[in-house]
């Protein structure tokens, strides 16, 4: 596909991201939102535990089927999309949210809540696989202005989503919940009334496509790499909330510093990092630094300001390694993009899901300590694991490196037309765009 600028100066300023049509900010508003999704329950875990009476183990199922349903659906959303079309499908994960967090915040028990959280995560998937693709393809101010413009509803909903969670679970747990759906009913009438249809794709998708490409060895590692360091991230993100003992509203500001250093990370320092040690260095280095930050809380499980200081500086971290490895799955994946998309996307949510109920389960059975120090082997591991594809990442690397727009930027670039895709490829189609403007090869 291309998408070229029409009589553009090649040196031309971009114009600015924020001069959008109201359709596009339609789509802007319900990516924040739905940014939110997974920090906005982390600061009503410990609320939730005492006033429905439920174990810890429980409550962490909160994650699990939000995210295991998530990663299922990763396998479907472009068979869903190629037949309805992207707005239609976003409309479709818009309606799932609003109508499921809604009546999770009605719900009188755990397993209920649990139940409709699994389809909000439905939704969830349907609405992040489209967004981006509805954005870029309304967008008015240039290609780049949609991918900042992406790039800040990424960084502003994950820093937001504690905070906002923190203030209204400080009134009742039920107030995320209904706050979620308020808020997406709005995003939900402005995108119905704004955004025009979209066609549907030529060529319809496959929905066994994304498992048959777990056989290709470069793409099965990567994920496989996906899958144990988001072990590691979901251990901290889901069960070391229990072990602070602080109010909804200071949890919500510890995970809001957590959001702002996974945004600026994941935006600004994956980079910056790559360009200056290449992808495989900057994650072993990376992912090595993540495994004893985790193996500090595990050590460490009693001192609430080890594990308060442990998951804000563990941001920092899972930013890098959210764009980094989406990029080294990117890059070596010898498939098309939205199925090496797809593929990748099913299997770290998985690791994602499963890990915060195995370390509720693990505490039950034996104590604190082991979850955390799973979850830094787990991390330590997925270095190990990547370290198999190191010839192919850097031989990637130096493809990017070449003069002029290399494929790797190109694909960047046209992957965000395509669904499903992820909130990482908006990040590495920004940085494709900036190194493509930088040798005034501008594109679009």
Not at 163 to 174: P, T
Request: with cysteine.
């Amino acid at each position: 596909m291309s998408h070229t600028h029409a009589g553009q100066p090649q040196n031309a300023e971009p114009p600015s991201p924020f001069r959008q049509p109201k359709a596009v900010w339609a789509v802007a508003f319900a990516c924040v939102i739905s940014f939110m999704g997974i920090g906005l329950v982390d600061p009503i875990l410990p609320s939730l535990a005492t006033k429905l009476q439920a174990s810890r183990s429980q409550v962490e199922l909160l994650f699990t089927s939000y995210l295991v349903v998530t990663a299922v659906a990763m396998l479907v959303t472009g068979w869903v999309s190629s037949r309805l079309g992207a707005k239609r499908t976003l409309v479709a994960g818009l309606v799932l949210i609003v109508v499921f967090s809604a009546i999770a915040g009605s719900s009188g028990s755990i397993g209920e809540i649990v139940g409709f959280r699994a389809g909000w995560g439905l939704g969830n998937a349907l609405f992040i696989a489209t967004s981006l693709a509805v954005i870029v393809g309304s967008a008015s101010g240039g290609f780049s202005g949609a991918i900042v413009l992406y790039e800040t509803a990424l960084g502003v909903g994950i820093a937001c989503g504690p905070l906002l969670g923190g203030l209204l679970g400080n009134i009742s747990w039920r107030g995320p919940f209904f706050g979620v759906a308020v808020l997406m009913v709005i995003a939900l009438v402005a995108t119905v009334a704004l955004v025009s249809p979209t066609p549907r794709p030529a060529q319809r998708s496959s929905i066994t496509e994304p498992l048959r490409a777990l056989r290709h060895r470069s793409l099965s590692t990567t994920s496989i790499t996906g899958l144990l360091y988001n072990w590691g991230f979901f251990t901290i993100l889901g069960y070391a909330p229990f072990l602070m003992g602080l109010s909804p509203l200071k949890l919500g500001g510890v995970f809001c510093a957590w959001g702002v250093l996974v945004a600026l990370f994941a935006v600004f320092g994956a980079p910056a990092f790559k360009t200056r040690f290449g992808t495989p260095r900057t994650l072993y280095g990376s992912l090595a630094v993540m495994a004893i930050v985790t193996l500090a809380i595990g050590i460490w499980p009693d001192h609430r300001w080890v594990v308060i200081g442990a998951t804000i500086a563990s941001g920092i971290f899972i930013g890098l390694n959210n764009t980094l490895v989406t990029t080294a799955v990117m890059s070596i994946a010898p498939v098309p993009r939205p199925v090496a998309s797809a593929t990748y996307g099913f299997v770290r949510f998985i690791g994602g899901g499963l890990a915060p109920f195995a370390a509720g389960q693990l505490v039950e059975h034996y104590n604190a300590h082991v979850p955390f120090v799973l979850g830094a082997v787990t991390v330590a591991a997925s270095a190990l694991v990547l370290s198999t594809v190191h010839r192919a990442l850097t031989a990637a690397d130096a493809e990017e490196a070449q003069p002029g727009p290399s494929h790797e930027r190109i694909d960047a670039e046209d992957a965000v037309f395509q669904v499903p895709g992820s909130e990482e490829e908006a990040i590495i189609a920004g940085e494709a765009l900036r190194e493509d403007r930088a040798l005034g090869n501008q594109r679009r």
